[in-house]
Structures are given as C-alpha cells and as structure tokens.
C-alpha cells in the first residue's frame, strides 16, 4: 500500500488532511511538533485524531521555535490576537519559519520510510494571510523536494499535497464531515484549557464556519 506523512498539529484542517490522505488510499505516518506552543492540548487532540483515524505510525518531535520568540503563539507576552487582522496584514500567530522547518522534517521522514507524499492541512484563504501558507511557498517547496533528497534526484520526489489550500472555512468543514473527521475531537483554539476559549481569532473563525455548514452545535463554549 502506498504511504504518506501527514504533519497532524490536532486541530481541525490537519485533520481533515489526513482523513483526505486515507480516502486517497494512502496508509499514514503522522508527525507532530512540540515546538514551543503555548499550550499542549493540541498534540493531546493530534493522539485522538491518529488513534481514530487507525495510524499507528505517530512521532512528536521536539523542535522548540520558541527560544527565539518572534510570535505570540510561542511568547506569553504577547496578547493573543481576537479581533482578527487588515487585509494584507500578517498577525502575530504567525511562527517564523514554522512550516519550512515542519515540512523539511517531514521530508525527512517521508524518504526514510519510503513514503511517497506528504499531506498539509495549509489553508492560503483563512484570514491570516501566512506566506508559508501560499501555492507559490509550495510550488518553490516541491523544487527543492526534488533536488534535495536522494529519491527526488532517482525521479521519483516525494510529492507535497495540500488539499486544503484554497478551501474556505466551510469548505473544509463540509469536506470534514463528509470525511467522517470527529470534529468536536479536534483543537483550534490559540488558548490552552479544557474547552476553546470561543474569542481567539482561530475560534472565531472556525465557530463561524460550523455556524455556516449547520453545525453550530459544535462552536466553542467558554
């Protein structure tokens, strides 16, 4: 059976990327990233997701961004943002390079376990606007895929695959619930906690979205 990585963060986009990777008939590797995050109670809703889902490959690794700050979603100091962002305006949640060092990772263990893809729950319409969130950031990704790995030299790269990429919000959480993803198991909230805090910018973002698809039996309740 062909296999895939799939970068599992617990929250409700990553999800649905591997539940997508499934329906496409891959067998899945999840990896993980203690990186410094505020929080950890997304990497306990990346266990539940993988435990569903049936993967029984899943590593965590530590990659600590944090000792570097430079985002609020890795300082404590800086106030999480809830009133969202201007339009071309890149808020302070964004990790400076987080997805380069994720992907690069995954990379890694894509070629070491002879998996041919590697599926990304990146989203380039939600609000945020993170350059490493772009089709253009994956287009230049997949090159140095290709000349940065003995497999993509032999012509066989390990393809990046992001299904979600120009999604909506609702978009995605239609493809979810299509997908059978256990939606109120997932984490998007930027707050650590039992429940979502329902004010962040992220919770925002997603109670809308469940609002919208007809669920709104599943929006965060503080």
């Not at 992907?103 to 070491?112: D, P, V």
């Not at 059978?180 to 998007?188: H, R, Y």
């Not at 973002?205 to 503080?222: K, N, T």
Request: with cysteine.
């Amino acid at each position: 059976m062909k296999r895939a990585v799939v970068l599992l963060s617990g929250g409700l986009d990553s999800a649905t990327a591997a539940a997508q990777a499934m329906a496409d008939g891959y067998d899945l590797i999840a990896l993980s990233f203690r990186y410094g995050q505020r929080h950890e109670r997304e990497l306990i809703a990346a266990k539940v997701i993988a435990g569903h889902l049936g993967i029984t490959q899943h590593f965590i690794i530590d990659v600590n961004l944090s000792q570097w700050g430079g985002s609020s979603l890795t300082d404590v100091q800086q106030t999480l943002p809830q009133d969202g962002v201007e339009s071309g305006e890149i808020p302070s949640t964004y990790v400076p390079g987080r997805n380069t060092v994720f992907i690069s990772l995954a990379l890694s263990l894509a070629e070491a376990q002879d998996a041919e893809a590697i599926y990304l729950g990146i989203n380039a319409v939600d609000y945020s606007g993170y350059p490493d969130c772009r089709p253009e950031y994956l287009e230049a990704f997949q090159k140095l895929a290709s000349l940065s790995s003995k497999v993509g030299v032999e012509g066989k790269p390990i393809m990046l695959k992001a299904p979600l990429v120009m999604d909506s919000k609702v978009d995605i959480v239609k493809r979810a619930v299509a997908l059978n993803v256990p939606i109120p198991q997932t984490w998007s909230c930027y707050a650590g906690g039992d429940t979502p805090c329902g004010k962040c910018d992220s919770c925002r973002i997603r109670d809308q979205a469940l609002i919208e698809a007809g669920y709104p039996e599943w929006v965060s309740h503080p």
